[in-house]
């Protein structure tokens, strides 16, 4: 299912969707987890979607 990044860059807070099949290294992301990525020269779209560290505070 495809989702949504929530990044702070340069002190300006934005977002930008990623689809499910460009995440790396687990089968799921949920809010609030650590991600790393990056985005392809010219796209608004995140690739290479690899979680960092798991939201702690999920249910």
């Known amino acids: 299912e495809p989702?949504?990044?929530r990044y702070v860059c340069?002190?300006?807070e934005a977002t930008i969707p990623?689809?499910?099949t460009n995440i790396s290294n687990t089968s799921a992301l949920y809010y609030g987890d650590k991600v790393e990525?990056?985005?392809?020269?010219g796209s608004k779209v995140a690739t290479t979607v690899a979680l960092?560290?798991?939201n702690r505070?999920?249910?």
Request: glycine fraction near 16%; avoid cysteine; hydrophobic fraction near 40%.
């Open 18 to 20: 990623f689809p499910s």
């Open 57 to 59: 505070t999920r249910g």
């Open 10 to 12: 340069d002190g300006i």
């Open 37 to 41: 990525f990056t985005v392809a020269s």
């Open 3 to 5: 989702g949504i990044i």
């Open 52 to 54: 960092v560290e798991r």
